[in-house]
């Protein structure tokens, strides 16, 4: 093995999704498999997988960019799309918001 070209893999696993999205919600900065990002309220923020899952029950990283946020979570997993909410113990705040997505393509 010289380390210059692809490693074949066999029985692992990759993300199936990833993003990273602007603070307000708007736009997609980086991301893997997303077709669309919608801002759905102040601190939460619903993306849309282009490619769906098998299912709604498949895992969800999530992270935020800031310290100001002390809570981040997802829920209302679908198969073609997943929630992802910010919270600073007090109400719902915009950050930016990473997410990855590990599972079975449908």
């Known amino acids: 093995e010289t380390g210059n070209g692809p490693i074949a893999l ?5 993300a199936k999704v990833f ?5 307000d919600g708007t736009s997609i900065t980086k991301s893997f498999n997303v077709s669309s990002l919608v801002d759905t309220n102040t601190g939460q923020q619903t993306i849309n997988i282009n490619s769906n899952m098998s299912d709604g029950d498949y895992i ?12 981040e979570w997802v829920q209302s997993t ?26 079975d393509l449908a």
Request: glycine content about 8%; cysteine-free; hydrophobic content about 35%.
């Open 10 to 14: 066999t029985k692992q696993s990759a």
């Open 19 to 23: 993003s990273k999205t602007s603070a």
């Open 78 to 103: 679908a198969v073609g799309s997943f929630i992802m909410y910010n919270f600073n113990g007090s109400s719902y705040v915009d950050s930016i918001m990473f997410s990855s997505v590990d599972g």
């Open 60 to 71: 969800v990283q999530v992270g935020k960019h800031t310290s100001s946020v002390n809570a």
